[in-house]
């Protein structure tokens, strides 16, 4: 218990010394494009993040620290801003949020700041803050600090480093992993499907990791590291709040990737490992192990391939294939859980296409399947399932256009637009196609079209 209150508060004690130390060390300015000295298609595919190039992945992996432009001011802070028009083809029968109406709703969905650069030739970072516009909330959003430095073996580069960050896959240089997967953005204001692995999402922004990592020859990257979640002090602080409960001892994620790079090409196989035991949650920021805990392990293996030649005609293929299994013994004691052994099963493949870094076109696809378990999945108005069943599966397709982003640009670095529409398409939807929840709704009523408008200065 002692070593779990110590760790907890780690990274917003981190995130203090950092404001305090950047205005007298910090070189960089608001753009990792301005620190560096190149434009933001050398980082991202589409010149607007986050879908890492070879370049940016070894930017991040380097900690940030990489410079080469013009440092102009002291602080580098960047501010983010989406809005978005959303609608699905059948309305969910009362207000999407408050303040929302039932359907066809225009939002403010976030205002992000970002404090990141590097300080001095080893230390880096990457801190988000966000604004939930449809919430109306403030929360410490993806979030990461990294020490580093170079070293030779047998006159071959090896990087190691130190990261501290808040949940697992956001230090993550892949774009085939979740924190920073496809979809890059999509709407709160719609129905989703309820299932999603623990890798996915329930430990990002409620817990702290501590991971160490080595890069040998730009080419294999191996990490590994400890999660445990914050304490409810700390998720009340950070604005955040439990997924599916607290971990009871620090849970170990490993990491392995191979990169391959060549004539404008590159690509990458690798895998992911996360186990936590968790007392299961009953409010925001509490959780309870008085009936036992829950466990979850999961095994992912991910890839990716990207073309982007003399930058006219860019691709970029990615996928991720996560097991997990679960042995939630503490929620089927405690009534919430149908059975103690389950398992959730999640495929993703996105390709992408963009045309001179600036007309895009993105088709996805994402499939979820597992173990019926109507304690867990029960029937109830469109977030419902009928027969207890998790499978979901959708279709996605977007068209971008990318203005901004390049060397010649307007106003570059400094002004950044995506402006986007996605629609989602729904053929299974929460265990079933029609009447899927059992109040009547079809897995296509969900289908939904987001139109966003992205800017990043």
């Known amino acids: 218990m002692l070593r779990r209150r110590l760790i907890q508060p780690i990274l917003l004690v981190l995130l203090m010394v950092l404001m305090a130390i950047w205005p007298r060390l910090a070189q960089a300015i608001p753009s990792f494009a301005q620190q560096t000295g190149q434009p933001c298609t050398a980082c991202h595919i589409g010149a607007f993040g986050p879908q890492l190039t070879a370049f940016g992945r070894a930017f991040k992996i380097g900690g940030y620290t990489q410079t080469g432009g013009d440092a102009a001011i002291p602080i580098p802070i960047s501010l ?21 109406g039932d359907n066809g709703n225009f939002a403010m969905d976030q205002i992000s700041v970002f404090l990141g650069g590097h300080i001095g030739d080893y230390f880096g970072a990457l801190v988000q803050g966000t604004f939930n516009g449809i919430a109306s909330s403030f929360h410490l959003d993806n979030s990461d600090l990294r020490l580093t430095t170079p070293i030779t073996v047998n006159d071959t580069e090896l990087r190691l480093g130190l990261d501290i960050n808040n949940g697992p896959t956001v230090q993550d240089p892949y774009n085939s992993s979740y924190a920073w997967g496809y ?12 299932a999603q692995p623990l890798l996915a999402n329930g430990l990002i922004g409620n817990s702290v990791g501590a991971t160490v990592y080595a890069w040998y020859d730009r080419s294999l990257y191996v990490e590994a590291g400890l999660y445990n979640t914050y304490s409810p002090s700390v998720l009340s602080y950070t604005g955040n ?48 192990g008085s009936m036992g805990h829950d466990s979850y392990t999961d095994y992912a293996i991910d890839g990716g391939y990207q073309y982007l030649g003399d930058g006219t005609n860019v691709v970029s293929v990615l996928g991720i294939v996560d097991h997990e299994h679960q042995n939630l013994a503490g929620s089927f004691n405690a009534g919430a859980s149908s059975q103690a052994i389950n398992s959730l099963n999640q495929a993703r493949v996105t390709a992408t296409y963009y045309y001179q870094q600036t007309y895009g076109l993105t088709a996805a696809w994402q499939r979820t399947w597992g173990s019926a ?11 419902g399932s009928a027969n207890g069943k998790p499978n979901s599966n959708a279709f996605i397709v977007e068209a971008d256009w990318v203005p901004f982003g390049k060397a010649d640009s307007w106003g570059a670095p400094w002004v950044n637009l995506k402006l986007g529409v996605q629609y989602t398409l729904y053929t299974q939807f929460n265990g079933g196609t029609s009447n899927y929840d059992g109040f009547g709704r079809a897995a296509s009523d969900n289908n939904t079209l987001y139109v966003f408008a992205w800017l990043i200065f």
């Open 241 to 288: 709040a439990y997924g599916p409960g607290a971990t009871t001892n620090p849970a170990p994620y490993l990491r392995a990737a191979y990169e391959w790079n060549w004539n404008g090409q590159s690509a990458h196989v690798g895998g992911i490992f996360l186990h936590s035991n968790i007392n299961p949650a009953y409010a925001p920021f509490s959780s309870t």
């Open 80 to 100: 983010m801003l989406l809005g978005s028009y959303s609608n699905t083809t059948k309305g969910q029968g009362g207000p999407a949020a408050n303040n929302y």
């Open 373 to 383: 378990n109507p304690g867990l999945f029960p029937s109830e108005p469109v977030s």
């Open 183 to 194: 979809p890059f953005v999509s709407s709160a204001l719609v129905p989703v499907p309820t």
